[in-house]
């Protein structure tokens, strides 16, 4: 066997060739082998001129400086450093070579070809709840875009593709004729819902533009309308709803304006359930009792969201924008999360009854023009992480919201220029306020005042993100919420106390 000088030589200069001719250079005795050498592949060892393996004691492992170390691990869960998170070999690596060397490492279990540990190296690693496998994060993913889906259809609302068989198109062009294919696609919508059967309730829309003709469309039995930017045409009379749900639906990656901002552009019905995503409201949307709405990803503009007279409804706005728009509750569920409401003067929310979640939003007002929120609840009611702001330099003594006592109102900004900030008998904690309202910081527990020039990054500019500094920053009540406006984590850094208002720092 040729091992030239590998027998009876020392550790010192044993590292790699470089290693063995320095040994080889000092005499070494080639009598016996040298047991701190190892190679445990036939090129590594063909390298060294060694023609048979070498592997390392039990409870040892070959470095890469050939050299027998302690064993370091055995899957990538005995692997701590964030530098190094794979087993290869019985030691912990930066890189990995085969999935195999990922075991262990949450939520990354495959190598990609960069070497690296990843949720998925390509969709065949992703569930079906998350079947995109996003090219530049290597992770799993609901599809955002039509363009994520081999149908060319992705249902938003669901994050889910369409599959090409459940797909009835429609298009302005078309022609009443079956089976409305992608090809071939019918003309109105109430030839489409003939050709709807349980395993093909999807609507696609063709096109930017399609018109509804004038009596109002019913929607009902889990069918669901999809197009892409499309608006809606609509010149009905101005009593009569262009979308009346009768069950369950949903509307999304449409744009539908009333003729009036007080007539009814949609109607969920007695027992009816909408959900609208990706999708421009102009006008009014009358929930009736029983009724249900989900608004997400959504505008509501120049018109209103009413829980009719006397109705219980479930209500759920969630990462939209209600602009110039009034929201009228009775009682039931009313949620809006991570919303941008945006009155102008023109809009309000009166709030009369129900169980209501309003957080993490931005609430941008102006006292000038129009009055106060008002907030009536059942037990179990929450007001906490909302950023509340008078877009107008005057002082004045109009309240952003008023309340009954036992709402848990905290975490909030008021940055409102106002006297009287809260009007009723609610009580803020952990909140921020400015100082026109410094009075207010003295009711309740956790509150500060300061001067609202150090709350935002730019509020001119409409960005409402907290400064560097920001007195808001660590002011509010661990616990509340666990994600911000943007939908970044909540607190940052994990373990710290959260901030108050919509949005959380980075810190």
């Known amino acids: ?22 040994a080889s250079a000092m005499g070494c005795s080639s009598s016996t082998p040298n047991p701190a050498f190892c190679c445990v592949t036939d090129a590594d060892c063909a390298s060294f001129q060694v023609d048979e393996l070498r592997p390392c004691d039990v409870g040892q492992a070959c470095a890469p400086t050939h050299l027998c170390v302690a064993k370091e691990c055995d899957t990538a869960a005995d692997c701590s450093s964030a530098d190094a998170p794979t087993c ?11 999935d195999d060397d990922c075991v262990g490492v949450a939520g990354r279990s495959h190598c990609d070809a960069d070497r690296t540990c990843v949720e ?5 690693h992703c569930p079906a709840d998350r079947a995109i496998c996003d090219e530049e994060l290597r992770a799993c993913r609901r599809c955002v875009l039509d363009t994520d889906c081999a149908s060319g259809v992705c249902i938003e609302a669901d994050g889910a593709c369409a599959e090409p068989n459940e797909l009835v198109y429609v298009s302005e062009g078309g022609i009443d004729a079956a089976p409305c294919s992608k090809a071939a696609p019918c003309r109105t919508l109430q030839f489409a819902f003939g050709q709807v059967a349980a395993n093909r309730a999807i609507i696609r829309i063709l096109g930017g533009f399609y018109f509804l003709r004038n009596g109002t469309t019913s929607l009902g039995g889990n069918i669901i309308i999809d197009g892409s930017n499309t608006i809606l045409g609509w010149t009905g009379p101005a009593n009569t709803p262009a979308l009346t749900i009768t069950g369950a639906a949903t509307v999304e990656g449409v744009s539908i304006s009333s003729v009036a901002s007080s007539a009814s552009v949609v109607h969920v019905a007695t027992g009816g359930a909408l959900r ?8 009014a949307v009358l929930v009736e009792t029983g009724g249900a709405l989900q608004l997400t990803n959504s505008t509501l503009r120049d018109g ?3 829980c009719a007279v006397n109705a219980t409804c479930s209500v759920s706005v969630i990462a939209s924008a209600i602009e110039r728009s009034e929201v009228g509750f009775q009682g039931g569920t009313l949620r809006v999360q991570r919303t941008r409401i945006d009155s102008l003067g023109r809009g309000t929310f009166n709030v009369f009854g129900g ?13 000038e023009n129009r009055g106060t929120l008002v907030f009536g609840f059942d037990p179990g009611s929450t007001l906490r992480h909302n950023t509340f702001v008078n877009t107008s330099s005057v ?18 900004i008021f940055a409102v220029n106002s006297t009287q900030p809260i009007i009723g008998d609610c009580v803020p904690n952990h909140s921020l ?6 009075a207010m910081a003295g009711v309740g527990s956790g509150n500060v005042s300061a001067d609202v020039t150090r709350f935002f990054v730019d509020p001119i500019g409409g960005d409402f993100h907290l400064a560097a500094g920001s007195p808001a920053i660590g002011l509010g009540e661990v616990g509340a919420t666990t994600t911000d406006f943007d939908g970044s984590p909540r607190p940052q850094p994990v373990g710290s106390k959260p901030d108050a208002g919509a949005f959380e720092s980075s810190k």
């Open 1 to 22: 066997m040729r091992e030239h000088g590998l027998r009876g030589c020392g550790l010192l200069g044993l590292v790699g060739i470089t290693g063995f001719l320095v």
């Open 88 to 98: 290869s070999a019985g030691l912990c690596v930066a890189g990995c070579a085969v």
């Open 120 to 124: 998925c190296a390509s969709a065949a």
């Open 276 to 283: 609208v995503d990706h999708t421009l409201l102009r006008g």
């Open 304 to 306: 209103s969201l009413n």
């Open 355 to 367: 169980v209501l979640t309003i957080e993490n939003n931005l609430f941008l007002e102006s006292v």
């Open 395 to 412: 002082t004045s003594t109009l309240g952003a919201l008023a309340c009954v006592a036992g709402l848990d109102v905290s975490n909030n």
């Open 433 to 438: 306020f400015d100082t026109a309202g410094a």
